[in-house]
């Protein structure tokens, strides 16, 4: 039996937030529940020094319809 390989598309999403404070734990529960609903999974979360944002790295896996859009010149 032929092993079928995944194939993903990815999301990177910065959190609302500012230079004096981080997102607020709300804002950031529904960017990710937005995120869930759509679809995606959370793979991989983190912060750039000094910027009190949380950058939120997603997955899906490929549809039928973003590997058309891929294939386009």
Known sequence: M????NQWEYRVVASPGNIWRGPKEEDLE?????LGVEG???ASTFT?????????????????EGRRRRSWP
């Open 2 to 5: 032929a092993e079928e390989t």
């Open 30 to 34: 529904a960017l990710l529940n937005e």
């Open 40 to 42: 995606w999974e959370v």
């Open 48 to 64: 750039i020094t000094n910027s009190n944002k949380v950058t939120v790295v997603a997955k899906r896996p490929l549809s039928a």
